[in-house]
């Protein structure tokens, strides 16, 4: 098990926690459905913990590859993967094995996983973009779920400055299911 320290925190959990959704407006769409994705608080006084069966850090291509039963954990926010790779800057001075390195992007593979609270995304792959702040989950079946509120397509892409997502078909048709029990009511 390998944590990083405060500066690394925000970047490494950044794109995690925007991805902690709650769905807030959604409407379907043949091909695509686009909607807001509120994404959580960051928490810096949380520790980040990272765990995998092996971790190679390669500091000529400046990568930290994680690799068998990864598992991200901040607060509630979890993210599970077969594989992780983090690529971060070589000329910001810091490393991955201090907890200092400014990172760039993170990859995941192998049955990807995200949960925040109630809420959950699975995908065959993720890529995190640290530099342009946007997150794309792909897969043969993307689904997004709370509750008995579902989402599926083939390719969610968040970007993570405004919260605004799209869901893609890649071919064939969005689904959505929702629960009306799940509505807000006022009184």
Same mark, same amino acid.
């Given at each position: 098990?390998?944590?990083?320290?405060?500066?690394?925190?925000?970047?490494?959990?950044?794109?995690?926690?925007?991805?902690?959704?709650?769905?807030?407006?959604?409407?379907?769409?043949? /091909?695509?459905?686009?909607?807001?994705?509120?994404?959580?608080?960051?928490?810096?006084?949380?520790?980040?913990?990272? @765990?995998?069966?092996?971790? +190679?850090? /390669?500091?000529?291509?400046?990568?930290?590859?994680?690799?068998?039963?990864?598992?991200?954990? /901040?607060?509630?926010?979890?993210?599970?993967?077969?594989?992780?790779?983090?690529?971060?800057?070589?000329?910001?001075?810091?490393?991955?094995?201090?907890?200092?390195?400014?990172?760039?992007?993170?990859?995941?593979?192998?049955?990807?996983?995200? @949960?925040?609270?109630?809420?959950?995304?699975?995908?065959?792959?993720?890529?995190?973009?640290?530099?342009?702040?946007?997150?794309?989950?792909?897969?043969?079946?993307?689904?997004?779920?709370?509750?008995?509120?579902?989402?599926?397509?083939? @390719?969610?892409?968040?970007?993570?400055?405004?919260? +605004?997502?799209?869901?893609?078909?890649?071919?064939?048709?969005?689904?959505?299911?929702?629960?009306?029990?799940?509505?807000?009511?006022?009184?």
């Amino acid at each position: 098990m390998s944590a990083f320290s405060e500066p690394a925190q925000r970047h490494v959990i950044l794109p995690l926690l925007a991805a902690g959704f709650v769905l807030v407006a959604a409407t379907a769409g043949a /091909q695509e459905t686009k909607s807001q994705l509120k994404g959580l608080q960051l928490s810096n006084d949380k520790p980040i913990q990272i @765990q995998s069966d092996k971790l +190679e850090i /390669q500091q000529q291509s400046n990568t930290a590859q994680f690799t068998g039963n990864v598992k991200v954990v /901040q607060g509630t926010t979890t993210l599970q993967a077969g594989s992780m790779v983090v690529y971060y800057k070589a000329d910001g001075g810091g490393s991955i094995s201090s907890g200092d390195a400014d990172i760039e992007k993170i990859d995941v593979a192998d049955k990807v996983f995200l @949960q925040s609270g109630v809420q959950q995304a699975t995908a065959d792959t993720g890529t995190f973009n640290l530099i342009d702040e946007v997150f794309v989950l792909k897969g043969d079946k993307v689904v997004l779920s709370e509750g008995k509120n579902v989402f599926v397509g083939c @390719q969610l892409t968040v970007l993570m400055r405004t919260g +605004e997502a799209k869901l893609d078909a890649c071919g064939g048709r969005v689904m959505i299911q929702l629960d009306p029990k799940s509505r807000k009511t006022t009184n």
